[in-house]
T-cell receptor, first 110, second 115 residues
């Protein structure tokens, strides 16, 4: 019930390729789904979020899609660059606080 | 006010000692959260405050842990009789809950090492 499952745990791509990270949840009451990027030794930073009344949201090279019926949401990064290398966390709003996935380590090689 | 501040950045302590961490949230934020993050894991919820009231505590927060936010501004997290399993990054986050906004701003964290 409470956890957010995130896959894959590691992802390696070539510069310019696309990267997709997927998260699943089981609580149908969840209505807010953010994505955070954490570079090595730094704080997690919000990069994009989506609410349950929207199916897709885009911000330049990143996009998030939400399928409420199937209870999954995904982060899409296009034209990846070496500076996209980081750990990415999905999360869901659980009514009082955010519950985070275990993270995906994205490595972009040039 | 440029963000959420946490102090200290690093703390090394001997097992059995008490430690206290401080978090200064963004001033207009009414919610303050504490999370713990271990290597290779996502942040795990510990507790949160709305203004000065502590409204929820995770089962991860054993009775050796106590958090306060006395005037609804800064918060402290104290760990008594530290154990090696307490070694982790302790993250503070703040938010303004209102108008459908749930997003957090995280601090840089306090890295605790118990030896």
């Amino acid at each position: 019930g409470e956890n957010v499952e995130q896959h894959p745990s590691t992802l390696s791509v070539q510069e310019g390729d696309s990267a997709v990270i997927k998260c699943t949840y089981s609580d149908s009451a969840s209505n807010y789904f953010p994505w955070y990027k954490q570079e090595l030794g730094k704080r997690p930073q919000l990069i994009i979020d989506i609410r349950s009344n929207v199916g897709e949201k885009k911000d330049q090279r990143i996009a998030v899609t939400l399928n409420k019926t199937a209870k999954h949401f995904s982060l899409h990064i296009t034209e990846t660059q070496p500076e996209d290398s980081a750990v990415y966390f999905c999360a869901r709003w659980a009514g009082t606080a955010l519950i985070f996935g275990k993270g995906t380590t994205l490595s972009v090689s040039s | 006010d440029t963000g959420v501040s946490q102090d200290p950045r690093h703390k090394i302590t001997k097992r059995g000692q008490n430690v206290t961490f401080r978090c200064d949230p963004i001033s207009e934020h009414n919610r303050l959260y504490w999370y713990r993050q271990t290597l290779g894991q996502g942040p795990e919820f510990l507790t949160y405050f709305q203004n000065e009231a502590q409204l929820e505590k995770s089962r991860l927060l054993s009775d050796r842990f106590s958090a306060e936010r006395p005037k609804g501004s800064f918060s402290t997290l104290e760990i008594q009789r530290t154990e090696q399993g307490d070694s982790a990054m302790y993250l503070c986050a703040s938010s303004f809950l209102g108008g459908g906004n749930y997003g957090y701003t995280f601090g840089s964290g306090t890295r605790l090492t118990v030896v």
